[in-house]
């Protein structure tokens, strides 16, 4: 059975419900891993992994016990990268599924964007989670997990 791994860093707390109640539902070993100790309710299958601070420790973590057929889900798209290059499916938190085919390109333009904020140019930030995302998000995960789980 496929494991769900979350980079829990800057995963929203409105995700981080929905991925709870999905993995409860279908009985999916799941895992929070982030630089501190995630809130979680009490579960068989919901576990959250604490790693030590430091840049990329939990990114490192999860790319480590990340197997294939197994779904992460971040924004992080050097991590996708990673995790898709193990043979992992990744998904957003806003339910966008990424693979070989979009990282490459999605992972250019994030350098740019990098690239133009460094020279001072103000390009904004992410849109905020709406009910449009949390409800995009849901509804990708439950296909993910009715295929695969």
Not at 25 to 48: C, D, E, G, M, Y
Not at 111 to 131: C, I, N, Q, V, W
Request: aromatic share 6%; charged share 25%; with cysteine.
């Amino acid at each position: 059975m496929p494991s769900l791994w979350i980079d829990a860093d800057a995963c929203p707390k409105v995700a981080r419900e929905i991925i709870v109640r999905a993995a409860e539902r279908t009985a999916t070993p799941t895992w929070f891993v982030a630089n501190h100790q995630i809130p979680l309710p009490p579960s068989r299958w919901v576990k959250s992994l604490a790693v030590a601070s430091g840049f990329d420790a939990a990114d490192n973590e999860i790319v480590a016990r990340l197997e294939a057929g197994d779904l992460l889900i971040s924004s992080d798209l050097p991590l996708a990268m990673e995790a898709i290059d193990k043979g992992a499916a990744v998904m957003t938190s806003r339910g966008e599924m990424l693979d070989k085919s979009n990282i490459k390109a999605r992972v250019q333009m994030r350098d740019f964007m990098e690239t133009l904020r460094a020279s001072g140019e103000h390009t904004g930030g992410p849109k905020g989670y709406s009910d449009v995302d949390r409800r995009e998000f849901a509804n990708a995960l439950d296909r993910w997990l009715a295929k695969n789980a």
